[in-house]
């Protein structure tokens, strides 16, 4: 099984956490490292995870920003390390659908979580009813 990390700047780790645990139940394999301000402490809480969630399947690490910091320290580990990828810009459906599919590889569960991603993002469109005019007489 594919090990996870989530990461990201303040609560927003914690908050993914909860919320797909209301939907999928208790998940295994899964830690969760905040960013605060520290950016050291960052790099050795991701390594501890990385260690406690890998089962030998790799593991990804979901983060909330590509290029911001959790996402900066995660690709630094994930260059060294074998069995490591990083995934930014994290939405629900994307971690929903990567819960249910952890024994596919590891490259093939990466691409398919980046496409569950793009796919899930949509705009509410309102369509507007015509205005029918109606003429005298008739």
């Known amino acids: 099984m594919i090990g996870i990390v989530l990461t990201g700047h303040g609560g927003f780790p914690n908050g ?4 797909v645990e209301l939907i999928a139940g208790d998940i295994q394999h899964i830690q969760v490292v905040p960013f605060r301000d520290d950016q050291d402490k960052l790099e050795q809480e991701l390594h501890a995870a990385i260690s406690a969630v890998d089962t030998g399947k790799g593991v990804v690490c979901f983060t909330d920003l590509a290029g911001g910091t959790p996402f900066n320290v995660s690709s630094k580990i994930a260059a060294t390390t074998e069995n490591v990828r990083v995934v930014g810009g ?20 990466t691409e398919m979580l980046l496409k569950e991603g793009k796919e899930n993002i949509k705009q509410f469109i309102v369509k507007k009813k015509e205005k029918v005019e109606m003429e005298d007489g008739i």
């Open 16 to 19: 993914m956490l909860e919320s």
């Open 90 to 109: 994290t939405n629900s459906p994307m971690l929903l659908s990567g819960l249910f599919k952890r024994t596919l590889e590891l490259d093939a569960f």
